[in-house]
């Protein structure tokens, strides 16, 4: 493992380490793909953080979702079940279990719900009612109707980055850390990745960096895609004054018509997120409890943790959220 922070490399020195590939970047994505190569190949994954798995793949709500997402995203989730379900010796403990999901719309959105619902096997179709059966914190009338789907699960994605970091390094990838790849240079053999005081050399390299992949695509002289970086809000609720504890069987809860979820831990907190569009990727200054307490996204939430709730509408202004990141 290299700690490369300091100063740049001479731009024409020759790479001072070769390899078959170097995979830009150390999230899930990188780590994974690094993983995989690292069987056959010299491997070099170059990380612009002190640690791997800092950003996106540290925020994940870990669910294993078959029918979310894009048809491609949808098919790519489905072949990883065998592997998740019987992982190779890297992987330390069941990297899943099961958590069932409820994808709900509020009053006057069903129709994206009856949608989904006939285009797509072993969903159950809820009405509110049955809905509050199962989730007593939802608020009466918050809900029109909601899919239940049992065949989803709740990752560890810890032990999943562990077993894929495990496994890269003992087949014998390279890890460099504090190592943003600055530029990267086509060359007649392949390409030069210019790190802070290195320069790698490799025949392919994989822009693997997540919200910043068209940032990457820049500084090897290519065209970007028009990706849009987007700040995701976690928050959390207590559940204190709850009608129940909150269980490992209770479902994770996903509006269809907006990006957020409320996905109900054990530790008796909600933990929900909201989407904000932005430009900066790895700006550390998510929404503060306050600001996300008076908006609009966080009083639509379906949850109340009073008994009675007296805003069966759609907005309630009960919970506060205790902690947001
Ligand atoms: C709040 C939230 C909830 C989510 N919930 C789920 C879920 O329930 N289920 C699910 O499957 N997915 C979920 N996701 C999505 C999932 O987390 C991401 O798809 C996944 O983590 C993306 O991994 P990545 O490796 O592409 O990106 P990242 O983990 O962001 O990794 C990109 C890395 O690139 C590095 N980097 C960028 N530029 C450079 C450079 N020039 N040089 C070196 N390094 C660089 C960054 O430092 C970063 O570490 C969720 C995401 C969020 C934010």
């Known amino acids: 493992m290299t700690d490369n922070s ?83 010796d890297y992987f330390v403990g069941p990297l899943m279990s099961p958590r069932p999901l409820l994808q709900f719309a509020v009053p006057g959105h069903g129709d994206r719900v009856r949608e989904l619902r006939s285009s797509t096997e072993g969903l159950e179709l809820l009405e509110t009612d049955e809905i509050r059966a199962i989730c007593p914190y939802v608020r009466p009338g918050a809900i029109e109707i909601g899919l239940h789907e049992t065949r989803t699960q ?63 695509a820049l500084s090897a002289g290519l065209s970007p895609i028009g990706l849009i970086p987007r700040r995701r809000t976690a928050f959390t609720i207590s559940t204190d004054g709850s009608p129940r504890d909150v269980t490992a069987s209770d479902p994770l809860l996903y509006n269809i018509d907006e990006p957020s979820t409320s996905n109900p831990k054990v530790n008796n907190y909600f933990a929900l997120q909201r989407i904000a569009p932005h430009v900066n990727p790895a700006t550390p200054n998510p929404t503060t409890s306050r600001s996300l307490a008076h908006s609009n996204a966080f009083k639509r939430s379906p949850l109340c943790t009073r008994d009675r709730c007296e805003h069966p509408g759609p907005v309630c202004e009960h919970s506060a959220p205790t902690a947001t990141w």
Request: charge should be negative.
């Open 6 to 88: 300091g100063d740049s490399a001479d731009p024409d020195e020759s790479p001072s380490h070769m390899f078959d590939v170097v995979v830009v970047v150390g999230g899930i994505a990188g780590v994974s793909l690094a993983y995989e190569l690292a069987g056959d190949r010299r491997v070099a994954l170059v990380e612009t953080e002190f640690v791997l798995g800092y950003h996106a793949t540290s925020r994940s709500a870990t669910m294993f979702l078959e029918t979310y997402g894009g048809l491609d995203v949808r098919a790519l989730t489905k072949g990883s079940r065998t592997f998740l379900e019987d992982p190779p």
């Open 154 to 216: 709740e990752l560890d994605a810890n032990a999943l980055l562990q077993g894929f970091m495990a496994g890269m390094r003992r087949r014998g990838a390279e890890v460099f850390k504090n190592a943003p790849a600055m530029r990267l240079e086509q060359t007649s053999s392949g390409w030069r990745v210019h790190i802070p005081r290195l320069t790698l050399g490799a025949s392919l390299v994989v822009n693997a960096a997540g919200a910043w992949a068209d940032l990457t």
